[in-house]
């Protein structure tokens, strides 16, 4: 009897032991943008279903705002695996030596919102996440903010209205070819330092999405913002292929499964919240906003147009030209609707 009780005595000892050991798989998810945005939102979802559905086996950090890392250490921080997971802008992918996401970049390439989903869910999407393999890294999704608009302390309609601006830029050639073609000089910073830069004259004028702009306060020092649509700006969201190859297979198909639904909902918030921020900005009336007429915007398509062929070379003339025939097949299939 006395043997019995030792026995179930040292067993329970174990299991309790055994309960504490069991420490959770912590993701550390950093981006640098704010909480209220898209990709922010897209976070705080993706971590309440990963940790649902994982029964709590997986805890995942959020880091918004550059808080962890800016833009320039985000990438080196996540192939080091100091970090398991970002959402970069995909303008941001060219310093890792991956040229070709810069293909989302070109001015007026994506006529709409259903051309920008089939790319980067289709073949073209595919493609460009197999070439962040050998950079250690594996690409679980693409999420969208928006069309992207430009600011400055001067209004911005016509293309000569750009002449010596000194305009922010992402990481990107496209985006520095994009600012030259419109006669502004590009300078590329990381996104936690722009605020800063405008209120101190650094440089004149920027470009982003209304939640970037409008969440980063930039009308509180940009008295111009033109609607131009001029550009896009969406995300890769990826891990470190150590750490995620590592994983329990169980655990990574419901990571997987918890990404695939943070996405549906990120995709569907988009649009709106860029509807909503720039609804602030309009309300706040510290910023004039200036709709680009077609007239003009034929005008800015003009010169903007001949970056295209400028990167056939860096980009790969198939990939561009299959932005295109996708964009023509939609159009098609609209034209059918009618
Ligand atoms: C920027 O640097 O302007 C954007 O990439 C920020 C972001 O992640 O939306």
């Known amino acids: 009897m006395k043997l019995t009780r030792l026995f179930f005595a040292i067993l329970s000892f174990a299991v309790s032991n055994l309960a504490f050991s069991v420490e959770p798989i912590v993701i550390k998810f950093s981006h640098v943008v704010a909480p209220n945005t898209p990709k922010g939102k897209a976070a705080q979802k993706f971590k309440e279903l990963a940790e649902t559905y994982t029964a709590g086996r997986v805890k995942v950090e959020l880091y918004p705002n550059s808080q962890l890392y800016k833009d320039r250490e985000e990438m080196e921080a996540l192939q080091l695996g100091a970090v398991q997971m970002l959402a970069p802008s995909l303008s941001k992918f060219g310093p890792l030596g991956v040229r070709e996401f810069e293909a ?10 259903e051309t920008l989903y ?53 990481s990107s050639k496209v985006l520095d070819a994009q600012m030259r073609a419109l006669g502004a000089s590009p300078q590329v910073m990381a996104f936690s330092e722009v605020y800063t830069a405008l209120q101190q004259g650094v440089v004149d004028g920027t470009e982003n999405p209304v939640s970037n702009f409008y969440t980063q306060k930039m009308h509180e020092v940009q008295k111009h913002l033109t609607i131009s649509d001029h550009g896009y700006l969406g995300y890769a969201v990826i891990t470190n292929k150590k750490f995620w190859e590592g994983l329990p297979k169980d655990i990574r198909g419901e990571l997987e499964h918890a990404m695939k639904e943070a996405t549906v909902y990120e995709r569907d918030i988009a649009q709106k919240e860029n509807d909503e921020s720039l609804a602030k900005v309009r309300a706040a009336g510290t910023t004039e906003v200036y709709v680009l007429p077609l007239k003009e915007r034929q005008a800015w398509y003009k010169v903007l147009l001949p970056v295209h062929k400028e990167f056939e070379d860096v980009i790969g003339k198939d990939l561009i030209y299959g932005i295109y025939t996708v964009a023509a097949q939609v159009e098609k299939e609209k034209a059918g609707k009618k």
């Open 104 to 113: 989302f970049d070109l001015p007026y390439i994506f006529p709409n919102k």
């Open 118 to 170: 089939r790319v980067m869910d289709g073949e073209i999407g595919k493609k460009l996440f197999a070439k962040l393999e050998t950079k250690n890294i594996v690409g679980l999704a693409y999420w969208d903010n928006g069309f992207k608009q430009m600011s400055a302390n001067k209004p911005l309609r016509k293309v000569d209205d750009f002449k010596g601006l000194k305009m922010r830029i992402q």
